[in-house]
């Protein structure tokens, strides 16, 4: 089963830090834009940062902009977000998500769709 794997959710108090990685299992993914979503109870979809296949362009939604960054290793076929200055309302389920043809990554970003997807890692923000 072609899929994603996300792991390095946790409980972090305000103001830490937490990086979270994502794997391809089944297939190899430098073909692919990755983008990182989440998902808060009771709340929609919303992306949260995007990166293009070759890692030259990066999205990030403005409510994580200068705190979060996505970057990608395609040689270890792995994408990473960095969380700093982590706040409560960060506090969600994060997925990430691979398609394989996009207009750009501020787009798929906009758009919680993907032709693969994880099951998600927690993320807590909480003292």
């Known amino acids: 089963q072609l899929q994603l794997v996300e792991s390095g959710g946790d409980l972090v108090q305000p103001g830490g830090s937490l990086r979270l990685s994502c794997v391809p299992s089944g297939f190899t993914f430098d073909s692919y834009a990755i983008g990182w979503f989440r998902q808060a109870p009771g709340k929609e979809r919303e992306g949260v940062s995007c990166i293009s296949s070759s890692g030259g362009i990066t999205y990030n939604a403005g409510s994580v902009k200068g705190r979060f960054t996505i970057s990608r290793d395609n040689a270890k076929n792995t994408v990473y977000l960095e969380m700093n200055s982590l706040k409560p309302e960060d506090t969600a389920i994060y997925y990430c998500?691979?398609?394989?043809?996009?207009?750009?990554?501020?787009?798929?970003?906009?758009?919680?769709?993907?032709?693969?997807w994880g099951q998600g890692t927690q993320v807590t923000v909480s003292s």
């Open positions: 998500a691979a398609r394989r043809r996009i207009a750009t990554v501020q787009l798929m970003c906009a758009s919680p769709r993907g032709d693969y």
